[in-house]
């Protein structure tokens, strides 16, 4: 058996096996590459027999979203590695290389991310990861080379190996024992920030995040939900409530959640000024549903969750107001 799984979960993307998958098998040679598929309608078993007769295909029973799909999947894969990548990347010769390379000489790390650069102007990072993941103390994710919706040219400056706090789920290895041990994604999420929680939890049991930049994937984006969609706005506000009450430090969970649900009704205020109504009916549907799974979420909370966690202040403040627009301006 071969030490890594490349495992792809799809749902009526056969349009996007087409293009993208051809990169991952030519270029994934050190593993096995596989698709978990998400029950789809479209003809995306057809293409993955005909077109890709060595790639493993892993047939759910329905859709389970992106959370409970893989968790479903994976359960079938031994490798010792996983990495889960999303069906609209471009993969690179010898991406593989240096992240294997990092987990055999570091066995405390348990989650990797390369350089996500975008498919549609590759000298630019990606919005979904770009240079490594970070939180702020509202539970606000940005990433090096992306701060809101400001996305860095790449011309080198994070080419380097570094600790960070949370790897993109558009490409995200994980060794399968620690995805066991934390029993996977968390299913309620369904879609968007799982990651980030599941990479909250793994920071929470001692385990190190690390980017490594010597290993590039392209990432077209936007092909589940564009950033316009209103189901995305709702995922990505409710699901950033469950992380927070999941795995916040206790003394600062009840203030730091007060505070994140204001500026909750300060973004529904801007969405009003800008004409975006569906977009604050998301937020209320968000908080509604936030509430509905209060209980449950709190009860998920791990005894091991840590009095800190990577950032005491707010990137909106830094952004906004300090005009704190790209990573290096304040880290």
Same mark, same amino acid.
């Given at each position: 058996?071969?030490?890594?799984?490349?495992?792809?979960? /799809?749902? /009526?993307?056969?349009?996007?096996?087409?293009?993208?998958?051809?990169?991952?098998?030519?270029?994934?040679?050190?593993?096995?590459?596989?698709?978990?598929?998400?029950? %789809?309608?479209?003809?995306?078993?057809?293409?993955?027999?005909?077109?890709?007769?060595?790639?493993?295909?892993? &047939?759910?029973?329905?859709?389970?979203?992106?959370?409970?799909?893989?968790?479903?999947?994976?359960? !079938?894969?031994?490798?010792?590695?996983?990495?889960?990548? !999303?069906?609209?990347?471009?993969?690179?010769?010898?991406?593989?290389?240096?992240?294997?390379?990092?987990?055999?000489?570091?066995?405390?790390?348990? *989650?990797? &991310?390369?350089?996500?650069?975008?498919?549609?102007?590759?000298?630019?990072?990606?919005?979904?990861?770009?240079?490594?993941?970070?939180? =702020?103390?509202?539970?606000?994710?940005?990433?090096?080379?992306?701060?809101? =919706?400001?996305?860095?040219? =790449?011309?080198?400056?994070?080419? =380097?190996?570094?600790? *960070?706090?949370?790897?993109?789920?558009?490409?995200? @290895?994980?060794?399968?024992?620690?995805?066991?041990?934390?029993?996977?994604?968390?299913?309620?999420?369904?879609?968007? &920030?799982?990651?980030?929680?599941?990479?909250?939890?793994?920071?929470?049991?001692?385990?190190?995040?690390?980017?490594?930049?010597?290993?590039?994937?392209?990432?077209?984006?936007?092909?589940?939900? %564009? !950033?316009?969609?209103?189901?995305?706005?709702?995922?990505?506000?409710? !699901?950033?409530?469950?992380?927070?009450?999941?795995?916040?430090?206790?003394?600062?969970?009840?203030? *730091?959640?007060?505070?994140?649900? *204001?500026?909750?009704?300060?973004?529904?205020?801007? @969405?009003?000024?800008?004409?975006?109504?569906?977009?604050?009916?998301?937020?209320?549907?968000?908080?509604? %549903?936030?509430?509905?799974?209060?209980?449950?979420?709190?009860?998920?909370?791990?005894?091991?969750?840590?009095?800190?966690?990577?950032?005491?202040?707010?990137?909106?403040?830094?952004?906004?107001?300090?005009?704190?627009?790209?990573?290096?301006?304040? @880290?």
């Amino acid at each position: 058996m071969k030490k890594i799984a490349i495992v792809i979960l /799809n749902w /009526n993307g056969a349009k996007l096996l087409k293009e993208f998958l051809p990169s991952v098998v030519k270029y994934s040679q050190e593993g096995t590459v596989y698709v978990i598929d998400n029950a %789809s309608t479209d003809d995306s078993i057809l293409v993955l027999k005909e077109d890709f007769p060595s790639v493993q295909i892993i &047939q759910n029973k329905e859709n389970f979203g992106f959370a409970q799909g893989y968790n479903e999947g994976l359960q !079938n894969i031994e490798e010792e590695i996983y990495c889960l990548v !999303n069906s609209d990347i471009e993969v690179t010769e010898n991406w593989l290389t240096p992240i294997l390379s990092h987990f055999e000489q570091h066995p405390n790390t348990a *989650i990797v &991310q390369p350089k996500i650069l975008d498919y549609k102007k590759k000298t630019h990072f990606e919005y979904a990861g770009a240079g490594g993941g970070f939180i =702020d103390k509202f539970g606000y994710p940005y990433c090096r080379g992306r701060i809101f =919706d400001t996305i860095e040219e =790449d011309k080198g400056q994070y080419n =380097d190996t570094r600790k *960070i706090f949370w790897a993109s789920g558009a490409c995200f @290895f994980i060794r399968k024992n620690v995805f066991r041990e934390l029993k996977g994604f968390d299913a309620d999420f369904f879609a968007h &920030q799982e990651e980030i929680d599941l990479c909250w939890r793994s920071f929470n049991r001692s385990y190190d995040t690390f980017y490594c930049g010597q290993s590039t994937v392209y990432h077209l984006g936007g092909g589940t939900l %564009s !950033n316009s969609n209103p189901r995305k706005t709702f995922l990505n506000f409710r !699901n950033s409530l469950l992380m927070l009450t999941k795995n916040l430090p206790t003394q600062s969970l009840l203030f *730091i959640l007060f505070e994140r649900l *204001i500026l909750d009704g300060i973004a529904g205020i801007q @969405f009003l000024t800008t004409g975006k109504h569906k977009h604050i009916l998301a937020i209320i549907k968000a908080h509604i %549903s936030f509430y509905a799974l209060l209980i449950k979420t709190i009860r998920k909370r791990d005894a091991k969750v840590k009095n800190t966690y990577y950032q005491t202040t707010s990137i909106v403040y830094s952004y906004f107001v300090k005009k704190c627009t790209i990573f290096a301006d304040k @880290f």
